[in-house]
Nanobody, 125 residues
């Protein structure tokens, strides 16, 4: 089992940047595929980005490509989401998620077994 704690959210102006962090407990972090999702009020939780446990391949929602970057530091048991050129429509609660030895499906919340509590990101216009 793994426990996830997100941090780094906050209020930023449009065009600004934030870096979210997700710290994971446990000694087998490198065996987990890690994902970021977000959920705005009244909307479903949606995929943002994922990083594969096997070869550090990354996957992004189309609208995030070029603006968001997911990375991981296995020595620190941490996954990051660097968000640049933020837009008001990026406002949401951002969640970190994990699944051990993923079968290769990354885009649905159902693909993940563990979730953090979320961190609020608010982008003002």
């Amino acid at each position: 089992q793994v426990h996830l704690v997100e941090s780094g959210g906050g209020l930023v102006q449009a065009g600004g940047s934030l870096r979210l962090s997700c710290a994971a407990s446990g000694r087998t972090f490198s065996s987990y595929t890690m994902g970021w999702f977000r959920q705005a009020p009244g909307k479903e939780r949606e995929f943002v980005a994922a990083i594969d446990w096997r070869a550090d391949r990354t996957y992004y929602r189309e609208s995030m490509k070029g603006r968001f970057t997911i990375s991981r530091d296995n020595a620190k048991n941490t996954v990051y989401l660097q968000m640049n050129s933020l837009k008001p429509e990026d406002t949401a609660v951002y969640y970190c998620a994990a699944v051990q030895y993923s079968s290769g499906s990354y885009y649905s919340p159902r693909d993940y077994d563990y979730w953090g509590q979320g961190t609020q990101v608010t982008v003002s216009s």
